[in-house]
C-alpha cells in the first residue's frame, strides 16, 4: 500500500537558518510525489511536485526536494528561513489516490 | 473573486441541524474535491467529482450528502451529525480528473463545530 510518512510532527528554526522538513514514502511502483503548505486561517497550496522527471525539483518561496528513491524519501529544504514560512507542510503521495501525511508544523523564530 | 472560495467560513450546528456547506472554484476545472481535516489526523478525501458525476466515496456515512449540479459548485448537506464530525472541510478542484499529475487547489475551508 501506498503511505508517506512525515519524520517530524514540529519543526522550529531561527530566521535565516536552514529549512528541512522530512518525509519518506512507500510504494510498490514510481509514485507521484507533492508537498503542500497550509497557512492559519488559509487552503493547501501546492509548493512543488515530483512526477519522475528531474529528481531534484524546485518550487515556489526557495523551496526544493529531491526524490532518492534509494531512500525512499522526499525532503523538503530551504536555505533561509523567513517568518512568513512559518505554516503546516504536507507531503503528499500519489499513486494513483491521493495520501496525506499527517503534517509538519514549522515554526521560526525571529 | 479568483479561485476556489467556501462559505460559510465557520458554522455551529446541533446535532439535530441541517445545513450545507457551498464550494465554487473559478478556474474552470473540472474536478472537485471534499476533504475532512481533523486535528491530529491526515487529511481524509471524503468525496470527489469528475464532469458532476461523483467517482469517489471513501467510505463517508450518509449524513453527509454531496450534490454537484455543475462544475463550479459542489455543496455538503449535513445532517444528524455527531461532535466527532467536528472538523475543517476543504474543497479543492483540479483542471483534469483525479490522478497523479493534477495540480489540486484548495479554498480556505469551513471551521464546522457539532455541539
Known amino acids: 500500500a501506498q503511505s508517506v510518512t512525515q519524520l517530524d510532527s514540529h519543526v522550529s528554526v531561527s530566521e535565516g537558518t536552514p529549512v528541512l522538513l522530512r518525509c519518506n514514502y512507500s510504494s510498490s511502483y514510481s509514485p507521484s510525489l507533492f508537498w503542500y503548505v497550509q497557512h492559519p486561517n488559509k487552503g493547501l497550496q501546492l509548493l512543488l511536485k515530483?512526477?519522475?522527471?528531474?529528481?531534484l525539483v524546485k518550487g515556489i518561496n526557495g523551496f526544493e526536494a529531491e526524490f532518492k528513491k534509494s531512500e525512499t524519501s522526499f525532503h523538503l529544504t530551504k536555505p533561509s528561513a523567513h517568518m512568513s514560512d512559518a505554516a503546516e507542510y504536507f507531503c503528499?503521495?500519489?499513486?494513483?489516490?491521493?495520501?496525506f501525511g499527517a503534517g509538519t508544523r514549522l515554526t521560526v523564530k525571529p | 473573486e479568483t479561485g476556489v472560495t467556501q462559505t460559510p467560513r465557520h458554522l455551529v450546528m446541533g446535532m439535530t441541524n441541517k445545513k450545507s456547506l457551498k464550494c465554487e472554484q473559478h478556474l474552470g476545472h473540472n474536478a472537485m474535491y471534499w476533504y475532512k481535516q481533523s486535528a491530529k489526523k491526515p487529511l481524509e478525501l471524503m468525496f470527489v467529482?469528475?464532469?458532476?458525476?461523483?467517482?469517489e466515496n471513501n467510505s463517508v456515512p450518509s449524513r453527509f450528502s454531496p450534490e454537484c449540479p455543475n462544475s463550479s459548485h459542489l455543496f455538503l448537506h449535513l445532517h444528524t451529525l455527531q461532535p466527532e464530525d467536528s472538523a475543517l472541510y476543504l474543497c479543492?478542484?483540479?483542471?483534469?480528473?483525479?490522478?497523479?499529475?493534477?495540480?489540486?487547489?484548495f479554498g480556505p475551508g469551513t471551521r464546522l463545530t457539532v455541539l
Open positions: 479543492a478542484s483540479s483542471q483534469g480528473p483525479y490522478d497523479r499529475v493534477n495540480e489540486q487547489f
Open positions: 467529482y469528475n464532469f458532476k458525476e461523483q467517482t
Open positions: 503528499v503521495i500519489v499513486n494513483p489516490n491521493m495520501r
Open positions: 515530483y512526477t519522475s522527471a528531474a529528481t
